[in-house]
């Protein structure tokens, strides 16, 4: 069974920093894109980042493009999310979701979130 | 940025009646290769989005067969041909055929 399990969400101050992980299972981890997607309290989805299998390739959208970093270790089987100078608008609930293929680029699994909250 | 347009956000429906929800896209999602990158998640109340129709109206494993999609470059309709109770929650559509990926606003499906 394909699993997801994001962790690291938090309360952190503006001008902060977070590291959000997530942990799969269920599937061979190297073979997938990966992505972060998240979202705001009440409001809907927005794309974050991508990662391509071997972690070469890395696309972000551009509000956090400098303060986000997304990378993965597939020997951990797990995708990551570096989150610098961290501001009031990346206040949201954030999934780590899987690529079913770089050629059909839809998203087949989600995990359940873990929620990120910026405030002082 | 490819904007997506959904209509209507909000959609109460009376079970067992059909429902459609309709996405417009900024530019053609229509790829050189044939596909059409347009995809359909319903994220029911207090859980992740699930895959619905992928690739403009391909059904998802799982997806009961009263969800079909359908549509050309720039417009896509997602279409419940019986409404169940179930269905309640909030329909995206998105597009990956270019960065940055982007979704529509959402609509809100309720049961009348």
């Known amino acids: 069974e394909v699993q997801l399990v994001e962790s690291g969400g938090d309360l952190v101050q503006p001008g902060g920093s977070l590291r959000l992980s997530c942990a799969a299972s269920?599937?061979?981890?190297?073979?997938?894109?990966m992505r972060w997607v998240r979202q705001a309290p009440g409001k809907g989805l927005e794309w974050v980042a991508t990662?391509?299998?071997?972690?070469?390739?890395?696309y972000y959208v551009d509000s956090v493009k400098g303060r986000f970093t997304i990378s993965r270790d597939n020997a951990k089987n797990s995708l990551y999310l570096q989150m610098n100078s961290l501001r009031a608008e990346d206040t949201a609930l954030y999934y780590c979701?899987?690529?079913?293929?770089?050629?059909?680029?839809?998203?087949?699994?989600w995990g359940q979130g873990t929620l990120v909250t910026v405030s002082s | 940025d490819i904007v997506m347009t959904q209509s209507p956000l909000s959609l109460p429906v009376t079970p067992g009646e059909p429902a459609s929800i309709s996405c417009r896209s900024s530019?053609?999602?229509?790829?050189?290769?044939?596909?059409?990158?347009l995809d359909w998640y319903l994220q029911k109340p207090g859980q992740s989005p699930q895959i619905l129709i992928y690739?403009?109206?391909n059904r998802a494993s799982g997806a009961p067969d009263r969800f079909s999609g359908s549509g050309s470059g720039t417009d896509f309709t997602l279409k419940i041909s019986r409404v169940e109770a179930e269905d309640v929650g909030v329909y995206y559509c998105?597009?990956?055929?270019?960065?940055?990926?982007?979704f529509g606003q959402g609509t809100r499906l309720e049961i009348k």
């Open positions: 979701a899987r690529v079913v293929s770089s050629a059909e680029k839809y998203f087949d699994y």
């Open positions: 269920g599937f061979t981890f190297s073979n997938y894109w």
């Open positions: 990662v391509t299998q071997d972690g070469s390739g890395k």
């Open positions: 530019q053609s999602l229509l790829h050189s290769n044939g596909y059409k990158y």
């Open positions: 690739l403009g109206s």
């Open positions: 998105m597009q990956t055929l270019q960065a940055p990926i982007t």
